[in-house]
């Protein structure tokens, strides 16, 4: 049976020291995407789908907090450890206020650094499990949403981040009103009229994908919201 390997951005300036960490990481059968700047990180990140982040705090072009804040927009739930050389209490202070869940002050032990993202790992997975299951079933569809996958039958249908994270919010509550403000917080964190035009147009696709099953509806609610019905 495979094991499917977790997945590390890792964004490291100094190039000598993130090889070595890399391929430390590598060698425990992690999956690491490794980026030297802060540039194009959001892309690389919405791409790799990571499962959790290591960033260092003082990279070029964009810090790591800055970096940290704008995942947490995408992804409230990504597990977050800063590296840093700055030993300040205000500087640890301010890792964890922008949404970082562990800090490394450098220099570092490899094992110290594997043994926080393993644990922060199984923290992470044990939350999840307790407020969202590994799979749904929504009618005849099967929803993978730690894989980004819709099933029906034997089709399989991957999903975007954002089509996730909307499926996500209606499979958890079925049968239930949903408002829209409340969607757009969760999944863009600003309910504006652009973010709103996106989300008429997700859930388009989304009932386009439910569609073979007419016991699984999504109903617009006029100035309220969704009505997610399943049979």
């Known amino acids: 049976m495979l094991i499917q390997k977790a997945k590390i951005l890792y964004v490291e300036d100094e190039i000598f020291l993130g090889k070595i960490v890399k391929d430390s990481l590598e060698s425990r059968q992690f999956e690491v ?13 919405e791409q790799f789908k990571p499962d959790i982040c290591v960033l260092d705090v003082m990279l070029p072009y964009k810090d790591g907090y800055t970096i940290a804040q704008e995942i947490r927009k995408n992804n409230p739930a990504m597990p977050i450890i800063f590296l840093t050389a700055k030993s300040q209490t205000e500087d640890l202070l301010k890792g964890f206020q922008v949404g970082g869940n562990d800090f490394i002050r450098k220099p570092f032990s490899l094992e110290e650094l594997i043994v926080r993202i393993q644990n922060l790992l199984q923290l992470t997975n044990k939350k999840e499990n307790k407020v969202l299951k590994q799979e749904h079933q929504l009618g005849q569809y099967t929803f993978h949403p730690k894989r980004y996958e819709l099933h029906h039958k034997e089709q399989v249908r991957k999903l975007s981040h954002r089509e996730t994270e909307l499926l996500k919010i209606f499979a958890a509550s079925p049968n239930t009103i949903i408002e829209r403000k409340d969607i757009l917080m969760k999944v863009w964190n600003d309910d504006s009229f652009y973010n709103s035009r996106n989300l008429d147009v997700y859930i388009t696709k989304l009932r386009d994908f439910l569609k073979d099953d007419p016991d699984v509806q999504i109903i617009s609610l006029k100035g309220v919201g ?6």
């Open 226 to 231: 969704y009505h997610f019905l399943v049979g």
């Open 33 to 45: 995407m490794m980026m030297t700047d802060g540039k194009g990180v959001l892309e690389a990140f």
